[in-house]
């Protein structure tokens, strides 16, 4: 952040008195800029025995499958997001059933967090995001094309609470790691 937001005067990178981490703080107002991690929201979608995943058609990860799920917006509650990114992404409506996991992901200031969701009906449709949006059975999920690792985590225990029916809500980090 190259200028302050209160008054354009340029801002420096400085731990403010009374503080212990380096914040962007204005020159001339002495405006202190906060920079926090931002909140990724989505769900699993379900339909009988599958689940619903979309392809993404921007960056990053194009190409790669991944559920839908994107950054809540200001005056919109978690819900409201998950429900918001499943109709603009997979064109489906669905209801919420539960909290399912909460991941940090620290290296990019993120926080994710997945509902588990029913589908009243099988309607479904790539958005704009989407290049294709499908219905899989768990053993045809493409785990080698799937765009994140922590919607890849995230998979892996659905897939393993599956067999037990119990659906505990997964509270995690996701580490930095490098892809071959």
């Excluded at 991690?37 to 979608?45: A, Q, R």
């Excluded at 689940?51 to 809540?72: D, H, N, S, V």
């Excluded at 294709?132 to 765009?147: G, H, K, R």
Aim: glycine share 6%; net charge negative; charged share 20%.
């Amino acid at each position: 952040m190259k200028y302050c937001g209160e008054c354009g005067a340029l801002t420096s990178l400085t731990i403010p008195q009374g503080d212990t981490l380096p914040r962007y703080v204005c020159q001339q107002c002495a405006t202190i800029h906060y920079q926090n991690p931002k909140i990724v929201v989505g769900c699993i979608p379900e339909w009988q025995d599958q689940i619903l995943l979309c392809k993404r058609a921007i960056e990053p990860q194009y190409g790669l499958w991944t559920i839908p799920a994107g950054f809540m917006e200001n005056d919109e509650t978690i819900e409201d997001a998950a429900l918001r990114e499943t109709e603009e992404e997979a064109q489906a409506n669905v209801t919420l059933t539960g909290l399912y996991s909460v991941f940090s992901i620290p290296h990019v200031s993120q926080v994710y967090m997945v509902f588990r969701a029913k589908m009243p009906e099988l309607k479904f449709g790539a958005g704009e995001e989407s290049l294709e949006v499908q219905l899989f059975d768990l053993d045809q999920i493409p785990w080698t094309e799937l765009a994140f690792q922590v919607i890849e985590e995230t998979l892996r225990l659905y897939a393993q609470d599956r067999t037990t029916g119990q659906y505990p809500v997964h509270v995690g980090t996701i580490q930095r790691t490098k892809k071959p």
